[in-house]
């Protein structure tokens, strides 16, 4: 898990801890110093802290004009023992959402369980964003999104058929916006 980095091709356009408009505004990090830990396995420095001690995050894009953000994860997402959605939503997106974030595409290929509790949190969320926003899931695993299922929170996040097995990173991130939105508007047949 050490040598997983998050997405990087596009510091050239987007920092999170240069971002005064970021909840990780000022985050200093190392190359050299392995720290942080999920389940005993070092995770390497680059991924952000929220919180959690199995789910770690990097924001690696965010646009307030277009009102997106692209989110890597990695770990366990755990909502039954460390309620990771809460910190999430709480400690992140409620820092992104008075900021005119209001489209969360949420990569999840390093996502490798999720464990669930209730879905108030993801219900909160998608009400904070329903009007002209929406929450996207990419490249999740089948058996994470067989448990978002179980616990309805495919009400709230879309994800599954093409965004299962799109090749994000050959996109510039405006690029892959339109494509994920795009996809969207066809799923639920209307315009933003």
């Known amino acids: 898990m050490q040598d997983i980095e998050p997405f990087y091709n596009w510091r050239d356009l987007y920092i999170a801890a240069e971002d005064d408009r970021s909840p990780f505004f000022g985050r200093e990090y190392s190359e050299f110093e ?6 005993n396995f070092y995770i390497h420095p680059q991924w952000d ?6 789910l770690y995050i990097k924001v690696v894009y965010c646009d307030y004009d277009s009102g997106f953000a692209i989110i890597e994860l ?3 997402w755990n909502d039954c023992i460390n309620n990771d959605i809460m910190t999430l939503k709480r400690d992140i997106i409620d820092e992104m959402i008075p900021q005119g974030i209001n489209k969360f595409i949420l990569i999840g290929e390093n996502v490798l369980n999720f464990h669930s509790s209730d ?3 993801y219900q909160e969320w ?3 964003v329903q009007d002209e926003g929406w929450i996207c ?3 999740f695993r089948k058996h994470v999104e067989e448990e978002f299922c179980k616990s309805n929170i495919d009400y709230n996040i879309i994800f599954g058929g093409k965004l299962d097995e799109l090749n994000w990173r050959k996109f510039r991130p405006n690029d892959l916006f339109s494509l994920v939105e795009n996809e969207i508007k066809h799923r639920l047949g209307v315009a933003f």
């Open 74 to 76: 990695i770990g366990e």
């Open 119 to 121: 879905d108030c949190y």
């Open 49 to 54: 802290y929220i919180g959690s001690s199995t």
């Open 137 to 139: 899931a990419v490249n």
């Open 126 to 128: 998608y009400e904070d």
């Open 34 to 39: 392995y720290s942080n830990t999920i389940y």
